[in-house]
């Protein structure tokens, strides 16, 4: 088992920034490919961003080019910078966990973390 908790949403205004971070606890983080989706109200749950194990990193194209992710094997963390935020982006963001054969697959990831609140104000 894998437990992952998300931290660093916020409230915060068009222009600015965040980084969101996952910690996991459980198995050997670092044979996990990691990613990053989202839900906005009144929307299904996307596909924001990925890093696999061997740190190979794949994007949704509207997010592409403003949001980075990366991973720190040695804390256990994968984190979600992203700059650049626009309205659009308001959403819960998760973090999921799990051996990927399909990266932007949200069956492709075995273990969730609840979520961290990014809003972002006009």
């Known amino acids: 088992q894998v437990q992952l908790v998300e931290s660093g949403g916020g409230l915060v205004q068009a222009g600015d920034f965040l980084r969101l971070s996952c910690v996991a606890s459980?198995?050997?983080?670092?044979?996990?490919?990691m990613g990053w989706f989202r839900q906005a109200p009144g929307k299904e749950r996307e596909f924001v961003a990925s890093i696999s194990s061997g740190y190979f990193t794949y994007y949704a194209a509207s997010v592409k080019g403003r949001f980075t992710i990366a991973r720190d094997n040695a804390k256990n963390t994968v984190y979600l910078q992203m700059d650049s935020l626009i309205p659009e982006d308001t959403a819960v963001y998760y973090c999921?966990?799990?051996?990927?054969?399909?990266?932007?697959?949200?069956?492709?990831?075995?273990?969730w973390g609840q979520g961290t609140q990014v809003t972002v104000s006009s």
């Open positions: 459980g198995r050997t983080f670092s044979g996990y490919d």
């Open positions: 999921a966990a799990g051996t990927v054969v399909s990266s932007a697959s949200q069956s492709s990831y075995a273990y």
